[in-house]
């Protein structure tokens, strides 16, 4: 069982970096709590999923690779319902920009997953922010750049 929802969590921050937005939203639940406020993102909320992945389209591809590195994975499991906690390392590059091409933010992750099926679905993911290195006005090129 814990094999199964590795697998989900790993499939789906795949999916995201490589922009493969209809792998993402198969593993996603709808709504979807999303809690990114320790990070200055506004108050959590159940959003659907389309929407989520609208916003992050909107930036994301302006990126030239993003790259979520996750580890380790910690488990917990209630019949149907199953708990995350992972660190993770998110790298955001754009080639050539003068004032430094990386922007990389570290935390953790609680991610929430329910089983539908056989399958194991992301039901909402709680980013705890710790630190940011990097080119932090990279997120605002890259939406430029994802608008154009």
Known sequence: MTHDITNAVQRFFEAVDTQNWAAANS?????FHLDYSS?????AADLASADILSGWRSVLP???STHHQL???IIETD???ATGRTYVTADHQIAGVEAGEVWTVYGSYVLTLTKIGPDWRLSGNTFQFKFQTGNTDLPALAQSRAAS
């Open 79 to 81: 019949g149907n319902s």
């Open 62 to 64: 302006g990126f030239d």
């Open 27 to 31: 593993l996603m639940t709808n709504p």
């Open 39 to 43: 990070f200055g993102a506004g108050p």
């Open 71 to 73: 580890g380790p994975l």
